[in-house]
Every structure is written in structure tokens, then in C-alpha cells.
DNA sequence: AATATTTGTTAGATTAATCTAACTTATATA
DNA sequence: TATATAAGTTAGATTAATCTAACAAATATT
């Protein structure tokens, strides 16, 4: 049986390696930044996961999640992300308000409570953000995300999902009508200084900066 | 901000304070025994509650809530009968499943949570243990439970609630097709070892044991 | 009232998770 | 390559929650 703090361990992780596109090792100092703890408590944590076998490393050396510890992360994002979909559905929290109750609904211990809540939620692909949620079996569907600011002018895509889920982002899109699946139309790119003129679904073009480019995944039509 | 530990021992005190009917003063080791810790862990603890000021007590004196206390207590309490109830209505638990999921789910921080899974599940005044669910304001309808046992021949009833929730009594009733509002109806009663006869619903009549008929609460019709 | 029993507290230790400060190893740069 | 910087570890301390063993107070019983 994972602790709570343990449970946060693996899934930190788990997030890097994603982020870390290429290699999905991980440093000592990242992670702790990441969770918001010094290097010196991480580095404690990790030899209580080395000695569970939830991770792989040496002394200086790179941490990588061992088979056995990706799994127990996937089932704490599952859960995560199930519960983020539940509270958006079932109970009308906005994309912004559900990430923090869904941090501390993740640590619930029972497989009974998940798949049922699965079964509740008919089986959802994606999470409010638009992030796949891993099955049951610890599969997830690996999708090929693509960044608003990748696209060229004249192209047209639909809104995949939220690389920046801070709810401050979120409050923002909310505001410019930005949703999963909204059609973005780019009418125009600055090179300047990296911003676009798009059109949002139907509504009038409108001007976005660069760093909200790069902080939206879209699926080019 | 409480802890995890802390609300549970906020609870135990409220439950132990329905138990002693008479007066709501608990002792140490009563505390400690329901907790299923030692008197001494329960002494450290009770010297942090006071401190905090929900708890008033003095040494080798009664514990008692105090009025802040029992408001916590009470929040607690609501949390984990709303969740029961959730539970058992949307996620198909059987009530002998729903206890230990509750303890982990009533710990989670959110009010809105609270109250949007209030409305989700319309309102509802009680538990799948026949239990009353705090309102938001704090108050909770004070029943007047009659067990069955206090019941004479002749006499006929609805079963309000299990003064028994472990999961061992709860099968036992399912098996039997006892739930709560299930119409009883005594035809004798055993004087020898205060075991019953009775009806159940429309079934054929069958014995209890005292202990049996000491373990439900019902209303007299 | 004297003594025995029950109830409650204190002292000292342990474990998990965290910190700071000092140290070590690896990597980058001149 | 020598040295400076970054990254990672260790030692020692702290806090929360727990324990055991020993002690103290309150209550019950002769
Ligand atoms: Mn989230
Ligand atoms: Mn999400
Ligand atoms: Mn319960
Ligand atoms: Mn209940």
C-alpha cells in the first residue's frame, strides 16, 4: 500500500516523462521543483521507491519509473482524470475548479469505485482538458498533439487540448469562448512577435499572443 | 485546517456523544478503544484539539465538544452520509460496501463538492443506513429511534435504521430482505432469550435472535 | 477509611515526511 | 585540462502520529 506522498512521487514522475518528450528520465532537482519540495527530500523519497522497486536509479544517476511504478502512476492519473470528468458532468464545476479537488480525489483506495465511476461516466475518452484517460488495463491512447503556434496561416484545426491548465488560462479561453472542439481558423501570423489573428468558431477574428499558442494542442483539419 | 487525524477524532467524539445517550462526555480510553488506538496517543491528542479550542477539557476531567468542535464534527459527519448515500444511488454499492469508502471520501476539502453532490442526489434526509444527513446549516433532524427489541407481540413496524453497520449484520438483513422502511410485524416474543417471531413484509414469519431484534431501529405504526 | 481497580497522564522512543547546511559528483566553460 | 557551476547526497533537526512502560489520580470495594 502507497502513502498519499508516495502516490504524488509516481505521478510526478510519470507527468515528467511525458514532458520530457525525447527521454523520459528524470533529474533529482526537476522532480523537486515539480512537487514543490528541496532536492534533499526527493532524494529521500526516491531510495523508498528504489527499495519498493517503483523506480530505477543510482546514486547520480537519472530516475526512470520501473514497469511496476508506471503502472501504479497511470492508475493515479486514471483516477485523476476520472474524477476531473466526473465533477465537470455530474456536478457543473468549470475546467478550472476541478484540477484541485481531483488532486486529493486521486488517492481514494478502491478499484470497485473507480470502474463504477468510469461506468457512471460512460466510458469517457477525455478528461474536461482534453487529456486521454487511461483504461482500466493501464492503456492510453497515445496521441499526436500538435501546438496552435506550430500551425500556418490559412490553416484550420480544432481545439484538442489545454497544454496550460492553470485556471488562470482557463478562465481566459472560457472567456474567448474556447472550448475542446472549437474550430480556430488562422487568418493571420506575426512574426514579429509570434501572435495570431484567428477566428473562433463563428465569431469575430481576434488577435492571440504567442504564449497562448504554444500553451493549446489542436488536431489540424 | 484540520488533518485527516484530527477530523477523525472530532468525529469519533460526535458518534461516542450520540452513543452516551444521557450525557455527551466521553473518556480517554472510551475515545481510544473506538479509534482502535492506545490511551496515551488519544491524551497527546486531545491536548492539540483543546488547544485548538474544539474540545473543552481538563485533566483526568469528561472530554466534551465544544461548540466549534461539534460544527466540525457535524461538517464531517455530513461529508461521509452524503457520500454513502452517493454511493449506494449512482454507483450501485451494496450498504455493507459503502463505510469504508466513506471514511477515505468525507476527508476530501471542498465545499462546493459538498453541496453540488447534495443537490445531485436531490436532497436526500437519509442515509442507506437510515441514518440522518446534516444539512449545510449544520442541523440534523433528532429522531426518536425505538429498537426493535422494545417492541411487544402485536405490535407492527417500519424499519427506520441499523443501530449495526458492520458489514457481516448488513448481509445478514439483505439476506433476509430487511431494508430500511420494510414493514415488520411481531407475532411472538420469546421471554425465555428475548428472541422474536415476526413477519417480514409479505414473507412467511421467521425467528430473530434478541440480539438481532437489539440491533434495528424501527418506527412503531 | 484503607486498599484495589480502573482510568488517565507522562516520559521516552519510533516512523514518515520534511527542512537547512554542508558536502560530493558531474558537467560546462575558459 | 583546470576550474567554476550545477546537480545530487548526506547529516542532523523538526513535526505529526503513534507506541510502550511507568506513573498518578479517581473510583469502587471491602
Ligand atoms: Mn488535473
Ligand atoms: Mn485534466
Ligand atoms: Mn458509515
Ligand atoms: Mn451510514
Given at each position: 500500500?502507497?502513502?498519499?506522498?508516495?502516490?504524488?512521487?509516481?505521478?510526478a514522475l510519470l507527468?515528467l516523462s511525458?514532458q520530457n518528450?525525447d527521454k523520459p528520465e528524470t533529474g533529482t532537482n526537476e522532480m523537486a521543483?515539480?512537487?514543490?519540495?528541496?532536492p534533499?527530500?526527493a532524494t529521500?523519497?526516491l531510495?523508498?521507491l528504489k527499495?519498493?522497486?517503483?523506480v530505477s536509479y543510482k546514486k547520480y544517476g537519472k530516475i526512470l519509473l520501473t514497469?511496476?511504478g508506471?503502472?501504479?502512476?497511470?492508475?493515479?492519473?486514471?483516477?485523476?482524470?476520472?474524477?476531473?470528468?466526473?465533477?465537470?458532468?455530474?456536478?457543473?464545476?468549470?475546467?478550472?475548479?476541478?484540477?484541485?479537488?481531483?488532486?486529493?480525489?486521486?488517492?481514494?483506495?478502491?478499484?470497485?469505485?473507480?470502474?463504477?465511476?468510469?461506468?457512471?461516466?460512460?466510458?469517457?475518452?477525455?478528461?474536461?482538458?482534453?487529456?486521454?484517460?487511461?483504461?482500466?488495463?493501464?492503456?492510453?491512447?497515445?496521441?499526436?498533439?500538435?501546438?496552435?503556434?506550430?500551425?500556418?496561416?490559412?490553416?484550420?484545426?480544432?481545439?484538442?487540448?489545454?497544454?496550460?491548465?492553470?485556471?488562470?488560462?482557463?478562465?481566459?479561453?472560457?472567456?474567448?469562448?474556447?472550448?475542446?472542439?472549437?474550430?480556430?481558423?488562422?487568418?493571420?501570423?506575426?512574426?514579429?512577435?509570434?501572435?495570431?489573428?484567428?477566428?473562433?468558431?463563428?465569431?469575430?477574428?481576434?488577435?492571440?499572443?504567442?504564449?497562448?499558442?504554444?500553451?493549446?494542442?489542436?488536431?489540424?483539419?
Amino acid at each position: 500500500m502507497l502513502s498519499y506522498t508516495e502516490e504524488n512521487y509516481l505521478k510526478a514522475l510519470l507527468k515528467l516523462s511525458f514532458q520530457n518528450e525525447d527521454k523520459p528520465e528524470t533529474g533529482t532537482n526537476e522532480m523537486a521543483a515539480y512537487l514543490g519540495v528541496k532536492p534533499a527530500t526527493a532524494t529521500d523519497m526516491l531510495k523508498k521507491l528504489k527499495e519498493k522497486e517503483l523506480v530505477s536509479y543510482k546514486k547520480y544517476g537519472k530516475i526512470l519509473l520501473t514497469e511496476m511504478g508506471k503502472k501504479s502512476a497511470m492508475v493515479i492519473l486514471r483516477k485523476h482524470r476520472l474524477w476531473e470528468t466526473f465533477l465537470c458532468e455530474k456536478l457543473d464545476f468549470s475546467w478550472d475548479e476541478v484540477h484541485e479537488v481531483a488532486e486529493q480525489l486521486e488517492h481514494i483506495q478502491s478499484q470497485k469505485l473507480v470502474d463504477k465511476l468510469e461506468e457512471l461516466l460512460g466510458f469517457p475518452q477525455f478528461d474536461p482538458h482534453g487529456d486521454p484517460i487511461p483504461k482500466a488495463n493501464g492503456e492510453m491512447p497515445e496521441i499526436t498533439r500538435t501546438l496552435l503556434s506550430e500551425l500556418q496561416e490559412g490553416d484550420t484545426c480544432t481545439v484538442a487540448s489545454v497544454k496550460d491548465t492553470s485556471a488562470m488560462f482557463l478562465q481566459y479561453l472560457e472567456k474567448l469562448k474556447v472550448r475542446i472542439g472549437t474550430r480556430l481558423k488562422i487568418k493571420e501570423v506575426i512574426d514579429f512577435d509570434g501572435s495570431m489573428y484567428i477566428a473562433i468558431g463563428e465569431g469575430e477574428p481576434r488577435s492571440v499572443s504567442m504564449k497562448f499558442a504554444e500553451s493549446l494542442f489542436v488536431q489540424k483539419l
